[in-house]
Each structure stands twice: as C-alpha cells, then as structure tokens.
C-alpha cells in the first residue's frame, strides 16, 4: 500500500536552487533515495489481525455479532426464549434503558460520564404526574390579598391550581429534564470540573428535590389512568396474538388507541402466545435513527466527537468546546425527560423510588455497545444492540432458571470483557 | 537588525504583548511583525516565551495588554477560531488533529460544509462528498501525498502524513498568515524536506509564513528573516546571509549580544 511519493525530478531541482551554504550535506543524497514512502508492510495476515482490524472499522459489529450469539445460545437452552413472547418481553423491559443509554452514549463521546440521569428521569416524571394529575400548576386568576414568603399582602394576586393538558405536562417535564442537564454541563464546562463529580453531586441533589417534591408519594396507575390517560401511552402498542380457541380468533394484530387498557392488562389466559410491541419501542428506534444522523452527518456530531477524541485539539481546530458541551448535557437531559413519558407508559405509575439502577444499566448498555468510555469513538447504534444484549441476558437467564443474583453476575462480567475488548482493538492501531 | 522594514506594513503586527501566569511572565513588551510573502523564522531558547506569543498571534491565548495588528488594523482574537474567520491558520506542534476522525472531516473541522438546500439549512447535512474532494484534490496540489482513502481515520496515518494533512489544511484555509509551530520535529529527513519544499510553494503563492523552528539548517535554509526570541520579547531580528547558525544560537542563548542591542536584566 503506498500512501504516499513525490515526483522525484523535483528534490533535484529543489536541492540545486536552495542556498547551498547552509543546507546540510547528508541531504545531498537524498535523490538517490528510495521515493516509496511510508509503504506500510502487511505480513502479519494472521487471521486475528484481519478480524481485529474489520472490527475497529466496524465497532458496531461487536455487539451486533454478540446479541446474534446470545440470542442462539438461549435458543437452544431454552426454546421458549426464540418465541415471540420472550423477545418482546426483552423489548419492553429494555425501552427505558435504551433512552438513557442514548443520553449516555452522547455524554460519553465527549469522555464524560452522567450518574444523574436517572435522577433526571425520575424528577421529570414526578413533574409530568404532579402537573397532569395530581397537584396541577398554580396560576394567577384574578386580584385579592395573598400570601408571599409568609407575609400577608393586602393587594396580590390569587391564584387556582389548574390540571394541565397532558402534552403541556409533558413539555414542561422534558423542559424539566432539560435544564437538569444543563445545570450538569455548566458546572461542567464553567466550573471546569471532572463530569463524575458534578453528576455526581447533581445526583444526590437531584434525589433529595424528588423526594421533596414529591412527598415521597407515588401516582397511582387508576389516577393517571383517569386523569391523563395520555401519559400511559407509550405502554401501548401493537400486540400480535395467538388465540387458544381457534373459533374466536385465530392469529391476530390488534392495535390499541389511547387509553385503551385492553393490550394493558391482556388477559393472556385466553392466547398461546402474546407479543406486544409498545409505542415505546418504536419510538427508542425513531430517536436512535435521529441520533444517528445527528452524530454522523452534522457538524455538531463531529465536534462531539472531536472533542471526546481530544479537547485541546478540538479547541485549536476552532471548536467552540464549552458551548458544544453544554449543549450535550442539556440534549442528554431533555432526552431523560422525554423516556420519563416512556417510563411512565412502561411501569404505568410514577414513583419517586423507581429507576434507582438505571444510571448504571445505562453505562453498561454504552460500554457493551462499544462506546469507549474514554470519548471520541462508539456509536448509538451499539448503545441500542448494548441495552438489548443486556435484556437477553436478564431474560435468557431467568427463562433458564437462574436465580437473579446470577442475572447481575452475567451483566457485570458482560461490562469487563466489552472493556477489555475496546483496549485490545485500540492497541491495534499503533 | 532589519532596516528595511518600514517601506512596506506589516501585515501581523504585535506591540507590547505581555502576558502572566502567576508570577511567571511569559510575555514581556513583545514586539513582532511578519512583512508581506515573507517567510520569518522564530527562534528561542526553551521557556523563553515563543509558544505563547505565537498562541496569542493564533488567539489561543490571550495577551493581558498589548496589541494585535492585522494589515494595520488592531484584532482581538477570543479563541482560535476568531483569528482563522481572519485567515490566520496555525499548524499546532501537537497537529490539533482528532484521530478516530477521517483526513476530510478533519481538515474541515469547525468549519464543515453544509449541503444546499432544505436538506443543509433545516437538518444541518454535512456535505460530505463536497469536503472529500476538496480534502483529496488540496492533499494532491501540495504533492505531499496520494491519499487512498480520504475517509480513513488520521490515526492510521503515519507522523508524516499526519503533518501533511495538517500543513495542507493551513495552505488551503490561510488566506492571509499561516504558522508552522514545529513543523519539521517529528519527520524524517525525507518528510522534512517534502515540509520544507511545501513552505517555499506557500510563499511563492504569497502567503507569509511564520516558522517556529529548533532546527538551525532548516531555519537557515528558507527564512527571509530571522527572530530571535529571549526572556520573553524580541531580542533582534537577523538577515540569515548575514550571520552564521553559531552566531543565531549565540544570541538567543544569551551568550553573545548582537551589536546596537543592550539586554536588560
């Protein structure tokens, strides 16, 4: 492979017209020289070498190779586990940990780390609950004596609690999330400290505003039900089911419209067999693709990448750094608003007590996709391939009959090999 | 000392740069000019203050008091990217270079191009096809090297072709001043000389270029003129016909005073 030469008639004639006092000797024999420059040599073709250096072109065929392997393998464990039930019961249980692995993964490229996007998510839930169902916004009516600070105005305004509309609720709750996460990426980029003490410290912070907040109470699923049924939307979905009484209905799609609780609680004593793909599940592939995009084809998604890779490089090449950074905490914060409208359609309540292990399956989903968790390489794509390997996992194992102890045993371990994979192919290039 | 200077402006001009960190000054009354299709080498010791006034001519770093001259008329770099809007490109010691990215997003990085039409302005489409063959056709031009795959990441080049890109993405964007920090440290004698032999085509297309330089044979070879920089400003400014490579070091070392000049300190 030669990379590189140079016509060689023109050294001659640059050595000749060059200021011979001062050019040094041992140059002169420099037209004699060999003009294949830098021909990289290939005799290591050992079939190590090859594989290793089509998967770093291709990181997102770890994964990919690795979720097709465990598929199989629990296939021929257990049979149950290739039926349609069990696949889409991986779908759901991983729709959440997808989102944030997606906020995760945009962090990450830039060689950061969240710790409190679970947290976000959580308070962004409690805010959609508390405006859409339970308490409601206060907003001024009209004039009269009021109360501020625990003083008694005389003249103030009133106000009257109102029950928002479900899409302003939800709104409201990504704006939420959003200014969480710009709170992260200002103490970030302006106080110029490590994100795994800023998130953190915003974790702990942001876990003690949701319990005030919320009072430590939950929203009962039969009150959002009947107050916002638009929250549990995302829950819902297509159900491809296999009726037992083959008179009734053979095989079937139904496809459930808002609110419509009967793919909710499906009573699965009358079918074989039910798959349920939720909205939910649609969407982590809408936002993925998006992000995708984003990353590969904008100039953002480069300079994201950019300064993952190396901020001062990126910041001598013209990048404006803290600006690109604030930005990607405020994008990761509001997409941890926006799965808590997932959450809530995935669990069908919000509690201020749930999602307490998403942080974590968030960055391990990362990892085994491939992100390196030094910055600058991985893809979102993987991050999707990383939640589901660690759902087939988790289902794999208990369909098999492995106690759930075991099921974090295999997480924990799944983390360290995709680690350990990532170093062996970086040492590849040099 | 250079009297033949105030015919023609400098077209990068500082005055009295100073600049402090802590109680260490790296910058001390500075003075500097780079004169129009010159190529003007700088030389110094080791902490004498080069890299920061050359940051502060590429607006990484932030002169306290002083002054920038751009063609006469004072600038204020904020960040890098202020003095490459102006056509100052810097080609960094360090190559400022983000490896896991290709040769063309790296050479329009900060500075991506975007598709025409709804597809560019409403969803930010990089255009891609456009930056590769600008990438491949300017790797070309300077002769420095065949690229085979324009989309290749910069860490599978070698130090050498790295340097290329990063010289070839300051020869196509420097409109006005291109600065080489080092640019031959880390090459061969082969790739030193293909970097020497692209520095005299910059200038004979009329670029000005400022050349940071340990390397006396090289400097001597293609300065106009020479700077010599000591304790944090300008000590003099030599002809390089008129002095020899041991009379340069002398100087900036400290260990012999160039006439009509008076240290301080």
Redesign the interface.
């Known amino acids: 492979?030669?990379?590189?030469?140079?016509?060689g008639g023109?050294?001659q004639e640059?050595t000749d017209t060059?200021?011979t006092?001062?050019?040094?000797d041992?140059?002169a024999t420099?037209n004699k020289?060999d003009t294949a420059?830098?021909s990289f040599e290939r005799d290591d073709k050992s079939f190590i070498h090859i594989l290793r250096n089509f998967l770093r072109r291709n990181p997102t065929m770890i994964p990919a190779l690795v979720l097709l392997l465990s598929v199989l393998i629990f296939g021929l464990i257990e049979s149950r586990f290739l039926g349609m039930g069990a696949l889409s019961t991986v779908l759901k249980q991983v729709t959440v940990t997808g989102f944030i692995a997606l906020a995760q993964t945009l962090i990450i490229l830039t060689a950061g780390i969240d710790l409190s996007v679970g947290a976000i998510l959580v308070v962004s839930s409690l805010v959609m609950g508390s405006t859409a169902v339970t308490t409601g916004v206060p907003l001024p009516v009209g004039f009269g004596p009021m109360e501020l600070f625990g003083l008694s105005l005389p003249v103030g305004l009133t106000f009257d609690r109102f029950i928002l509309p479900v899409p302003l609720a939800v709104a409201f709750g990504v704006f939420v999330g959003g200014v969480m996460g710009m709170i992260n990426g200002l103490l970030v980029v302006k106080a110029k400290l490590p994100p795994f003490i800023v998130t953190l410290g915003t974790l702990s912070v942001f876990e003690a505003l949701k319990l005030w907040y919320s009072a430590s109470e939950s929203v009962r699923n039969v009150d959002i039900a009947e107050k916002a049924p638009g929250l549990l939307w995302f829950g819902e979905g297509i159900a491809f089911a296999k009726s037992k009484d083959p008179e009734v209905i053979d095989t079937g799609v139904v496809i459930t419209g808002f609110g419509d609780p009967r793919i909710y609680f499906m009573d699965t004593t009358e079918f074989l067999g039910v798959a349920q793909l939720s909205w939910g599940v649609f969407m982590l592939i809408i936002l993925a693709a998006v992000l995708w995009?984003?990353l590969n084809?904008?100039?953002?998604g480069?300079?994201v990448?950019?300064i993952g890779?190396?901020p001062?490089?990126?910041?001598?090449?013209?990048?404006?750094v803290g600006r690109t950074l604030i930005s990607v905490y405020t994008v990761a914060g509001l997409i941890c608003g926006f799965a808590a409208w997932i959450a809530i359609g995935r669990v069908g309540s919000i509690s201020p007590i749930a999602f307490a292990d998403v942080n974590l399956a968030s960055i391990t989903a990362v990892v085994i996709g491939g992100t390196s968790l030094f910055g600058?390489?991985g893809s979102i794509i993987g991050s999707v391939l990383g939640a589901i390997i660690v759902g087939v996992f988790i289902t794999g194992l208990s369909l098999a009959g492995v106690d759930d102890y075991w099921q974090k045993f295999a997480a924990g371990c799944l983390v360290i090999i995709a680690v350990a994979l990532d170093q062996w192919l970086r040492r590849a290039?040099q | 000392m250079s009297a033949e200077v105030n015919a023609v402006q400098p077209i990068l001009q500082t005055k009295g740069l100073m600049k402090r960190y802590g109680t260490v000054v790296a910058m001390s009354g500075c003075d500097f000019e780079l004169m129009p299709g010159e190529i003007l080498a700088v030389i110094g010791d080791n902490g004498a203050g080069k890299s920061t006034m050359i940051k502060a001519l590429s607006g990484a770093v932030i002169p306290d008091h002083g002054e920038i001259l751009l063609d006469g008329k004072p600038v204020h770099f904020r960040s890098p990217d202020d003095a490459r809007a102006l056509g100052i490109e810097t080609v960094y010691q360090n190559l400022a270079m983000s490896p896991a990215l290709s040769i063309a997003d790296n050479m329009f990085l900060g500075r991506e191009l975007r598709v025409p039409g709804i597809l560019g302005s409403v969803f930010r489409k990089m255009d891609r096809t456009r930056m590769e063959k600008f990438a491949r056709d300017k790797l070309s031009e300077l002769g420095l090297m065949t690229i085979q795959d324009i989309t290749q990441p910069v860490e599978t080049l070698s130090g050498g072709q790295r340097q290329g890109v990063a010289v070839a993405r300051a020869a196509a964007f420097g409109s006005k001043v291109v600065i080489l920090d080092e640019p031959t440290a880390a090459l061969g004698v082969k790739e030193s000389r293909l970097v020497l032999e692209l520095i005299r085509d910059l200038r004979a297309r009329g670029i000005p270029i400022i050349l940071i330089s340990h390397n006396m044979p090289h400097v001597f070879e293609v300065a106009d003129r020479i700077h010599i920089h000591r304790l944090g400003r300008r000590l003099c400014v030599i002809n390089p016909k008129d002095y020899t490579m041991s009379d340069a070091v002398a100087f900036m070392t400290g260990a012999k005073l160039p006439e009509g000049v008076t240290e301080a300190a």
Not at chain 1, 297 to 300: L, P, R
Not at chain 1, 312 to 320: K, N, V
Request: aromatic share 8%; glycine share 6%; net charge positive.
């Open positions: 492979m030669r990379l590189y030469g140079h016509p023109r050294l640059m060059a200021p006092k001062t050019i040094s041992f140059e420099l020289a420059v830098a995009y984003v084809h904008t100039a953002w480069r300079h990448h950019a890779d190396d001062d490089a990126a910041m001598l090449s013209g990048i404006r600058g390489r290039s």
